[in-house]
């Protein structure tokens, strides 16, 4: 299906690779580094990690990026050092510092602070990040010095816990609804301890059902075979394994993969990953009014490699 030969033409790959990203480069950059290994002929990523981070980064491919969006709505799960008692532009290590001042807090403290985010909260995103204003994105208005109005959003942090105190930093897990901005978390955490604070390391351990123990690093992926490579690839209907599963015969699935509404079976209404009765993976469709609906489809021929264009 795919070959790691720089000679190899582009391939139709679908599927989804659950990539650890490394420190130092971007969420784009490491994507297009595991494209390149499968000569992947599309090719996209849901949710972006800033170059500090590290840590769970789905990749799709193929049919797999047109279900991009149900990871991106995922919850999200994050290891974090926090900094106390420095601030700075972007709100980790990355930037500039702004401020220094004496961390005088205790567990305690902490854990008090920490309560106070659990739950639904309003977060102002960060002036260097990849939010868009008037169709550029907010970190190139921070570049130039430009001030830009920032409202503030509704995000939800399912768990805060705290891992670790040591006296000038802690360790935290973080799952929270998408969104949330974890650099954000950290200042204002800092803000009401009174002494600020930045994140200095930051790690993504679970994206919605997928798991960072079942991901795989660019250097092992290197490393591979085409064979053994291929291996890691998960299918397409991995990305939308959260929905409940339905099934349905032809000649309403012959139907249904035109495009066309067909009569649902007797389940109750909402979104659904639909199945050929020979267990072929179809879509996905939603149930309501005794109809089951189409919503997003996969080509009739997922399966089936084709090479595109060869590589330069």
């Given at each position: ?28 950059a ?94 102002v ?22 001030p ?19 006296g ?20 204002d ?5 009174g ?12 994206v ?13 992926l ?31 699935a ?34 309501g ?14 399966a ?9």
């Amino acid at each position: 299906m795919s070959s790691g030969s720089a000679r190899v033409p582009w391939q139709r790959v679908d599927g989804v690779l659950l990539l650890d990203k490394p420190p130092g480069v971007s969420s784009n950059a490491a994507l297009q580094a595991a494209r390149r290994l499968y000569r992947a002929r599309k090719a996209g990523h849901s949710g972006t990690l800033d170059p500090l981070a590290t840590g769970l980064l789905p990749c799709l491919f193929g049919e797999a990026t047109k279900f991009g969006a149900e990871l991106l709505d995922a919850e999200k799960t994050y290891e974090a050092t926090v900094a106390l008692g420095v601030t700075t532009t972007t709100g980790d290590a990355e930037g500039e510092v702004v401020e220094r001042r004496p961390v005088a807090v205790g567990t305690a403290d902490v854990e008090r602070v920490l309560a106070r985010f659990r739950g639904p909260i309003s977060q102002v995103p960060p002036a260097y990040s990849a939010l868009k204003h008037e169709g550029r994105p907010l970190y190139e208005y921070a570049r130039a010095g430009v001030p830009v109005e920032r409202p503030p959003r509704a995000v939800t942090i399912h768990e805060l816990a705290l891992r670790r105190f040591g006296g000038d930093s802690l360790d935290v897990t973080v799952r929270c609804s998408k969104g949330t901005y974890v650099r954000t978390l950290a200042e204002d955490v800092g803000r009401e301890l009174g002494c600020g604070a930045h994140v200095a390391g930051l790690r993504r351990t679970a994206v919605g059902r997928f798991s960072i123990a079942d991901a795989v690093r660019l250097t092992a992926l290197e490393a591979l075979g085409p064979d053994a490579r291929d291996a890691h690839l998960q299918p397409v209907d991995a990305v939308v394994g959260h929905l409940p599963a339905v099934a349905v015969a032809d000649p309403a699935a012959a139907r249904f993969r035109r495009g066309q509404t067909v009569a649902a079976p007797p389940l109750a209404a909402g979104r659904f990953r639909v199945y050929h009765a020979d267990g072929a993976f179809i879509g996905i469709g939603e149930i309501g009014s005794g109809e089951l609906r189409p919503r997003r489809l996969v080509r009739q021929d997922a399966a089936s490699p084709e090479a595109v264009r060869t590589a330069a």
